[in-house]
């Protein structure tokens, strides 16, 4: 028996990283997974594989710094499971552009990406996570508690996603636990592709555990805070992150 048996959970961004990492969780627990990024090759690969572990997913294409994406992924969502019970918004942008450099388009973008997408899914998941007793998580960052992690944009937007946890847990409970995570530096796509090799060898050298983390020690975080284990838990940010704070 799996912990998610019978739960739907909508995962976004997870075409990659620690999103993929958490969708391969989840269905291997017995939840139906929701799939989400814009590229739908990799997209159909996760499926694939979650179908072929005998999992159950579904993915929807959705480019998450249009508004209009929540309604798109809500209503396939809807469509092919008839409910939600979990919600993981995951998807995130990078943007390491300066305050003097940063263009108001660049700044709605990763807004709507590593914010507002969050906002408006939960807002339309909410009857069905209501009456589910269901879970948020909302994925932030290092970079969301404090500057040095991250530049102008990616910084701002997660340390909104902070605020928006623990007002979305109060607002929502009882029914509702809305809970977040912030990872540190994790081995994905996304960090790779940053060439901040310079903050991740700071990272390893001076946090306690000295090393990157890997996408699937967020995805069993994730499933803490999706589970009764977290029941007395609600408006909390987890730092996984190595300690790299400490
Ligand atoms: N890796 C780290 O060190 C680290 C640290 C702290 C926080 N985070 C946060 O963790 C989350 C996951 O990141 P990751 O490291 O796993 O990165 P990743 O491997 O690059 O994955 C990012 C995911 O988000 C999706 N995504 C990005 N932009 C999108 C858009 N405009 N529309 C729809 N989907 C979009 C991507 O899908 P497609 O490519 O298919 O569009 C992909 O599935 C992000 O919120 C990130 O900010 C990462």
Avoid at 75 to 82: H, N, P, S
Avoid at 143 to 166: D, E, H, L, N, Q
Avoid at 205 to 230: K, M, N, V, W, Y
């Amino acid at each position: 028996m799996g912990r998610l048996d019978g739960k739907v959970a909508i995962i976004t961004g997870s075409t990659s990283g620690m999103g993929r990492d958490t969708a391969y969780l989840f269905a291997k627990e017995g939840a139906k997974v929701v799939v989400t990024g814009r590229n739908e090759a990799r997209a159909q690969a996760v499926i694939d594989k979650i179908k072929a572990d005998g999992g159950e997913a579904i993915y929807v294409i959705a480019d998450t710094s249009d508004r209009k994406a929540a309604q798109k992924i809500y209503d396939q969502t809807m469509k092919a499971y008839g409910t939600v019970d979990i919600l993981i918004n995951n998807a995130g942008q990078l943007s390491l552009t300066p305050v003097q450099k940063m263009t108001l388009e660049e700044w709605d973008a990763v807004f709507n990406v590593n914010l507002t997408t969050a906002l408006l899914l939960t807002q339309l998941c909410e009857p069905e996570l209501k009456k589910n007793k269901g879970h948020v998580v909302n994925i932030s960052s290092v970079a969301g508690t404090a500057a040095k992690w991250g530049p102008i944009a990616y910084c701002t937007s997660k340390f909104a996603m902070v605020g928006m946890t623990r007002a979305m847990a109060r607002e929502m409970g009882p029914d509702i636990h809305v809970n977040g995570i912030c990872p540190g530096a994790i081995r994905t796509a996304m960090l790779e592709g940053s060439g901040a090799d310079a903050t991740i060898e700071f990272m390893k050298a001076t946090a306690p555990l000295q090393r990157i983390g890997e996408g699937s020690e967020i995805a069993t975080a994730c499933l803490f805070f999706s589970t009764d284990d977290s029941s007395f838990i609600t408006g909390q940010l987890l730092r996984v992150d190595g300690g790299v704070d400490a």
